[in-house]
């Protein structure tokens, strides 16, 4: 990039040197036969000097013109694009939805396009109400697709997901996004008040958004940046990534729903930090289904069940035995896994029990 910016440079200098040579000559010319005055060949010549970096500012503002084009284009794209066949469901679900948390996935394939193989197959577990359970695997292994399949990003190839036995495909987007509360692995905070970046909707009143700011321990940083109304540039510019992840575990809580996703929210943050957020999850969502998404198993050591996945294995159904209550994981307790022939795997066992998924 560099290289190419100097090669331009150059060119465009040579173009201004050869423009000021001919109107230096020209204007020599012109004295030579008394056609104008000296001072006026001098402002002549003062002002081809400027020609380099005229043309300068005109190749920029071209190819920054070109650059921003495609933005359009893209959005022109999007605008032009017919809507893709989705299957929306219309049933209501039942007053108070989601009242417990649970969630079941039931015989679920998933994949992203039909020539591509199966993201998720065979899939069948069971969440119990208020569990904790933590997704751990590499990159490539299916744990997002579990989040893909939950929030419908993705409709299913097979199987069906429920939440407190209600089948998600049968409800419509917006009930059940609005349903579910999700914290990304890269935290989303906007230019705007604390206030809109905490409740965008605005479905909260100031004492229940300093709940929330409290509960996740961002009192003191709240303060100091002048209360609700305080500002925050985007992308939270000048926090540390674990105040910005706070700021969505805060946002998350205010959702007020009964299932919290999330998505490698501790992945880019060190061991310290890492275990200041476990903290705040254990005891700001103790009466919500979490689902953790993580590449460390220390990540999830503290949740009720903790789900390995592999890419593109058929599913098992592998357990401790035995594992004692509070047994903090390790990379190599992976190893210690056995599998078990029961076919309805179920991810709230007595707290002794240990289980893996793989698929």
């Known amino acids: 990039m560099q290289v190419a910016a100097q090669w331009l440079n150059l060119r465009l200098q040579l173009i201004g040197l050869t423009m000021l040579a001919g109107v230096a000559g020209l204007a020599l010319l012109q004295h030579h036969f008394d056609a104008i005055e000296a001072g006026l060949v001098g402002l002549v010549i003062s002002y081809a000097l400027t020609v380099t970096s005229f043309l ?107 939440v407190d036995e209600v089948d998600v495909s049968k409800l419509s987007l917006k009930k059940l996004r609005s349903s579910l509360a999700i914290v990304t692995q890269e935290p989303f905070l906007f230019t705007g008040t604390i206030r809109e970046n905490l409740d965008p909707c605005g479905d909260s009143v100031d004492s229940q958004v300093w709940q929330a700011v409290e509960a996740c321990h961002l009192g003191p940083l709240v303060h100091s940046l002048g209360g609700l109304e305080g500002k925050l540039e985007e992308a939270g510019k000048g926090m540390s990534a674990g105040e910005r992840q706070l700021f969505c575990l805060a946002r998350a809580l205010l959702c ?35 689902l953790i998404i993580a590449h460390r198993v220390q990540t999830v050591r503290d949740c009720d069940s903790p789900v390995t996945t592999h890419y593109n294995i058929p599913l098992h159904y592998y357990y401790f035995n035995p594992v004692t209550p509070h047994t903090r994981l390790h990379h190599s307790d992976l190893d210690l896994l056995a599998p078990v022939t029961t076919s309805t795997p179920r991810l709230h066992h007595p707290a002794s029990t240990t289980v893996t998924l793989t698929f």
């Open 56 to 162: 300068n500012g005109v190749v920029t503002s071209l190819t920054e013109a070109e650059q921003e084009m495609v933005s359009v284009e893209r959005i022109h794209g999007y605008l032009m694009a017919e809507q893709g066949e989705r299957k929306e469901g219309a049933l209501p679900p039942p007053f108070g939805w989601i009242t417990h948390g649970s969630i079941r996935f039931c015989n679920v394939y998933l994949r992203y396009q039909d020539h591509n193989p199966y993201a998720l197959r065979r899939v069948d577990f069971e969440v119990g109400a208020a569990e904790k359970v933590g997704i751990v695997g590499r990159t490539g292994a299916g744990k997002s697709s579990i989040f893909v399949a939950l929030f419908r990003l993705v409709e299913l190839s097979r199987g069906k997901v429920l």
């Open 256 to 290: 007020r729903t009964k299932v919290v996703c999330i998505d490698e929210g501790t992945s880019q943050l060190d061991a310290e930090t890492d275990e200041h957020i476990q903290q705040v999850i254990r005891s700001v969502f103790r009466n919500k289904t979490v």
